[in-house]
C-alpha cells in the first residue's frame, strides 16, 4: 500500500533552518502536500509539490525528487510560533482525491 | 468566509451509547472528508464524499461506523454502539474540488472519549 515516513521529532532554536525530511512508496504517487497542526488544532495546508523542485512561501519552503522519492519541508528563520506538528500527505492514484498522511513531525523551537 | 464547523467540540458517552457528529463543510466546496486521529494510527481517512455521494469507504473500521451526506451542506458520522476504542479526534475537511493541488480546509475536529 501507500505509506509516507518522515521523522517524529525534530528540535531547534530560534532563528535556525530546519528541514524535516519525507519518504514515499513510488506506486502511483503524483503529488506530495505539507500540513501544520498545532497542539490541539485543525491541520492546516502549508505547501503542495507534483513537480521537481522547491517551491517558495515566506519562511516555508517545500522540495520534491521524484526520481529519490523524497520531500521536505524547510522552515527558516524559526520562531516559538513554528513549534508544531508537520504531516507530510501524499497523493496516490490508488487512492483517488484521498490524501495519504505520514505520522507526523513534531517540532520544538526553543528560545 | 466560515471555515468548516464541527460539533460537537468534544463528547464523552459511555461504551454502548450511540455517538453522532456533525460537519458543515465550506460553501461552495464538493469534496467532503472525514478523517480520525490517534497517537497510534496518526491522521486516518474514513470516508469522503463527492457531491454528497460517498467515493470511498475503505478506511471505515466496521459496520458500527456510518456516515451521510444528506446535502451540500451538512454530513454526520455515527458510530453506533460506540466503544472505547473509538476514542479519538475526529476531523471533518473540504475541498473545494478533487484535484491534488486543492487545500483541505479541516475543521477544528471533534475530541471524543468514550468511557
Known amino acids: 500500500g501507500q505509506s509516507l515516513e518522515q521523522p517524529s521529532e525534530v528540535t531547534a532554536v530560534e532563528g535556525a533552518i530546519v528541514q524535516i525530511n519525507c519518504t514515499y512508496q513510488?506506486?502511483?504517487?503524483?503529488?506530495l502536500s505539507w500540513y501544520q497542526q498545532h497542539d490541539g488544532g485543525a491541520p492546516t495546508f502549508l505547501s503542495y509539490n507534483a513537480l521537481d523542485g522547491l517551491e517558495e512561501t515566506g519562511r516555508f519552503s517545500s522540495f520534491l525528487s521524484r526520481s529519490d522519492s523524497y520531500g521536505y519541508l524547510l522552515l527558516q528563520e524559526l520562531q516559538m510560533k513554528d513549534s508544531a506538528s508537520y504531516f507530510c500527505a501524499g497523493y496516490f492514484n490508488q487512492a483517488g482525491t484521498a490524501l495519504i498522511f505520514g505520522k507526523g513531525t513534531t517540532l520544538s523551537v526553543s528560545s | 468566509d466560515a471555515g468548516v464547523i464541527q460539533s460537537p467540540r468534544h463528547e464523552v458517552t459511555e461504551m454502548g451509547q450511540e455517538v453522532t457528529l456533525r460537519c458543515k463543510p465550506i460553501?461552495?466546496?464538493?469534496?467532503l472528508f472525514w478523517y480520525r486521529q490517534t497517537m497510534m494510527r496518526g491522521l486516518e481517512l474514513l470516508i469522503y464524499?463527492?457531491?454528497?455521494?460517498?467515493?470511498?469507504d475503505s478506511g471505515m473500521p466496521e459496520d458500527r461506523f456510518s456516515a451521510k451526506m444528506p446535502n451540500a451542506s451538512f454530513s454526520t458520522l455515527k458510530i453506533q454502539p460506540s466503544e472505547p476504542r473509538d476514542s479519538a479526534v475526529y476531523f471533518c475537511a473540504s475541498s473545494h474540488t478533487g484535484d491534488s493541488n486543492q487545500p483541505q480546509h479541516f475543521g477544528d475536529g471533534t475530541r471524543l472519549s468514550i468511557l
Open positions: 513510488t506506486s502511483g504517487f503524483y503529488g
Open positions: 460553501s461552495g466546496h464538493d469534496y
Open positions: 464524499f463527492n457531491n454528497n455521494v460517498p467515493i470511498d
